[in-house]
């Protein structure tokens, strides 16, 4: 079992290696993330990325109650923040850089 500080620098790290920026600013966004996916999973949260087309969505979001609905193997991914969307009923992710902020 890795502590969260190990996955939140391997997160800092891909996105790092992602967008090129500074440790410094990557580090900042990769706790940003923990923050986010930390509180979604004791409640519904409001937060904001953009999407692929390079539109901005505002999404609910949360990880509550969800391990019965999970397919797969459930491995770690760095790249992509994963999250159980309640408008749309359904799993949706984005990439990790793409996390404009957190209401």
Known sequence: MKNFRTKVFK???ELMRATG???AVCLSKAWALYRLT???????VT?????ADGSQ???KG???DVQNLVKGTGTPNYKTVRYF???ANGFRSFKAEN???VY
């Open 57 to 59: 969505r505002k999404a």
């Open 85 to 87: 969307d309640v408008e």
């Open 21 to 23: 920026k500074a440790f």
């Open 11 to 13: 997160q800092a790290y």
């Open 62 to 64: 949360t990880l509550q």
């Open 99 to 101: 996390l404009i902020t």
């Open 47 to 51: 937060f904001a990325y953009e999407k």
């Open 38 to 44: 930390k509180r979604m999973h004791k409640e519904i």
